[in-house]
């Protein structure tokens, strides 16, 4: 109680000690506030930035920056966020080269940054790659392999190696129901259509032979049948894809008798088969892969789809690969492509791939 008194002023001290015993007031806040016109330009930077970090990230939005399909969620953000604000759609179709082209010289009033025709075609094909997917994935196996199929005969640029794959790593009920499923939709035969459509005779006897097998699908091998096979093989060279002997062995031989030949045909060598047929039998090339390895040959298709300069038919390749194994033999797909790369595939997915289109192909590659 003493303490508590004498820390008390006493009541006859002089307010001015008092005062001086104070610790010094703080500034007040007005004084401390900036100037407003310093204000005004704080606030001019942030809200630069911020229109800055929006552009680049609608930019990234709708290009992919080199990946493939685009962020629908970010697109629905920016509809959000620049509601009634046309101006920030006008600062963001200029300073998007490549697809906005500026407007033309002394084009007055009325001029705009038009919308290049390579952007629409580009945005066409990434906004599609979600539905196309998710069609696909609907489809009875059968039916979307008759359909990748005639779509390999028929249209311009489509590789005819997308055939060698379908006949080379489908069962034999699978690609027999394919040709059937084929039959129904375009009311001929696959087969037909192999030997219409495909000019090149040496391409056209291969492509015939395989579509048309319907291999042995049991465990049994014949290493003695191997081992000559692998030393006939031997002598092809070149001229293999006209060679009757090499048409017969890869179209009928069951999928584990080849992989004998082959593996023979490499202790025999040193190397492996394809590299016998040279650079003048892409389809011979591509069916050995198939027949010998299919998931180190997804591997590489699906690497293919994310190489630069890929084209419009590599990067549908992905799409392919992913809906037609993701019940088949993914697991199998993922340990090559590790091995190959050095990469995991849901990482490689995950790097390249934008939006739903992106969370779709990881959902049926699984972790």
């Known amino acids: 109680m003493q303490q508590f008194l004498a820390a008390q002023p006493s009541s006859n001290g002089s307010t001015a000690a008092a005062?001086?015993?104070?610790?010094?007031?703080?500034?007040?806040?007005?004084?401390?506030?900036?100037?407003?016109?310093?204000?005004?330009?704080?606030?001019?930077?942030?809200?630069?930035?911020?229109?800055?970090?929006?552009?680049?990230?609608l930019t990234k939005a709708f290009s992919g920056m080199g990946g493939l399909g685009v962020e629908e969620t970010a697109l629905v953000s920016a509809l959000g966020r620049w509601r009634k604000q046309p101006e920030k759609r006008a600062q963001f179709r200029r300073g998007f080269p490549g697809f906005f082209a500026p407007a033309a010289a002394g084009a007055g009033a009325g001029a705009i940054e038009r919308c290049s025709d390579d952007y629409v075609r580009h945005l066409k094909t990434e906004f599609a790659r979600f539905k196309t997917l998710m069609v696909l994935w609907a489809m009875h196996p059968w039916e979307r392999d008759a359909r990748w199929a005639h779509r390999a005969l028929h249209k311009k640029h489509h590789p005819v190696a997308v055939l060698v794959e379908l006949a080379c790593t489908r069962a034999a009920d699978e690609l027999l129901g394919a040709r059937r499923a084929y039959h129904a939709l375009y009311h001929r035969s696959l087969e037909e259509d192999v030997a219409y459509r495909v000019k090149d005779a040496a391409a056209n006897r291969l492509l015939l032979g395989l579509v048309t097998a319907y291999r042995y699908e049991g465990p049994?091998?014949?290493?003695?049948?191997?081992?000559?096979?692998?030393?006939?093989?031997?002598?092809?060279?070149?001229?293999?894809?006209?060679?009757?002997?090499?048409?017969?062995?890869?179209?009928?031989?069951?999928?584990?008798?080849?992989?004998?030949?082959?593996?023979?045909?490499?202790?025999?060598?040193g190397k492996p088969l394809e590299e016998e047929f040279g650079g003048e039998a892409p389809c011979l090339r591509e069916a050995v892969r198939c027949l010998e390895s299919p998931a180190r040959y997804f591997g590489e298709v699906i690497d293919g789809a994310f190489k630069e300069g890929a084209d419009k038919q590599a990067k549908a390749a992905l799409t392919r690969v992913v809906v037609s194994r993701s019940d088949a033999d993914m697991e199998e797909i993922k340990e090559a492509y590790l091995k190959q790369h050095g990469d995991k595939l849901v990482d490689a997915v995950a790097k390249n791939t934008h939006g739903h289109y992106r969370d779709a192909l990881l959902a049926m590659i699984g972790k």
């Open 19 to 57: 005062a001086a015993a104070a610790p010094p007031s703080s500034p007040s806040p007005l004084r401390s506030r900036p100037p407003r016109r310093e204000q005004q330009q704080q606030q001019s930077i942030v809200k630069e930035a911020t229109m800055a970090d929006e552009h680049q990230e």
């Open 220 to 269: 049994r091998v014949d290493e003695e049948l191997a081992k000559e096979e692998a030393a006939a093989l031997s002598g092809a060279g070149a001229k293999a894809a006209q060679s009757e002997l090499v048409v017969r062995v890869l179209a009928t031989r069951s999928k584990p008798q080849l992989r004998a030949t082959f593996r023979l045909y490499r202790e025999l060598h």
